[in-house]
């Protein structure tokens, strides 16, 4: 049992080249979620799925796009991507949306920079 | 809206000392509210979460939380911290299926 498996760790990327960041987990979980991290601003949420073929826009969503074919797998993808999107990302992943106290996994995160 | 605030961005402490960790929330409805840590490039792992029931909440590694709705607070504390206890961490809570995190404030436990 992994967990959520995020790839690749580290990343730099040229402005205006697209890429996609995996996320995978192997715990059956219906939710999965897309996170970036910056400094001193917490992690704020860019897409989210509540379930296979069913994904939805979170708070930070412009530059990104995302799909969830199968319930595994989560990938992110950078459209052309530009120096705002250096980050830190994470994928997160729970059992279901019903429940809010469900506890939420972690991915290790994704270091991205663009120059 | 719901939203999350951490007032301190770093809280610097000498080993075998306690602290406390602020988090204050705003919300309209009935609240779901987590603490994470982060170490060092790794991500993040729950430490305690409030749903309901006792106001004083235990979680891993020795820290806790009293959940104190009168005054939209969650703080988090812990006798005496280890050298191992710095870290970030993150407040959060939940709303609709989704998490609202702090700014997150960076624990600097010093020998």
């Known amino acids: 049992n992994a967990g959520v498996t995020q790839t690749p760790k580290f990343q730099v990327l040229k402005t205006g080249q697209s890429m996609t960041l995996q996320c995978a987990q192997d715990?059956?979980?219906?939710?999965m979620s897309w996170y970036r991290q910056d400094p001193g601003m917490g992690l704020r949420l860019i897409h989210y799925?509540?379930?296979?073929?069913?994904?939805d826009q979170g708070e930070v969503p412009n530059g990104y796009n995302v799909s969830r074919s199968t319930t595994e797998d989560f990938p992110l993808r950078l459209l052309s991507a530009a120096p705002s999107q250096t980050s830190v990302y994470f994928c997160?992943?729970?059992?279901?949306?019903?429940?809010?106290?469900?506890?939420?996994?972690f991915g290790e995160g994704s270091w991205l920079t663009v120059v | 809206a719901q939203s999350v605030t951490q007032l301190d961005s770093q809280v610097p402490v000498f080993e075998e000392a306690p602290v406390e960790l602020r988090c204050n929330y705003s919300?309209?409805?009935?609240?779901?509210l987590f603490w994470y840590v982060q170490y060092p490039n790794q991500g993040l792992q729950l430490l305690l979460k409030y749903l309901s029931g006792s106001t004083l909440v235990k979680g891993i590694n020795g820290f806790e939380a009293e959940f104190n709705k009168s005054q939209t607070s969650f703080h988090l504390r812990k006798p005496s911290v280890h050298i191992s206890d710095t870290a970030e961490y993150f407040c959060a809570v939940s709303h609709s299926y989704k998490l609202i995190f702090g700014s997150g404030t960076r624990l600097l436990v010093r020998p």
């Open positions: 997160a992943s729970s059992y279901s949306r019903q429940d809010p106290g469900n506890t939420i996994y």
């Open positions: 919300s309209s409805v009935s609240v779901y």
């Open positions: 799925s509540v379930g296979a073929g069913i994904t």
């Open positions: 715990m059956n979980h219906e939710y």
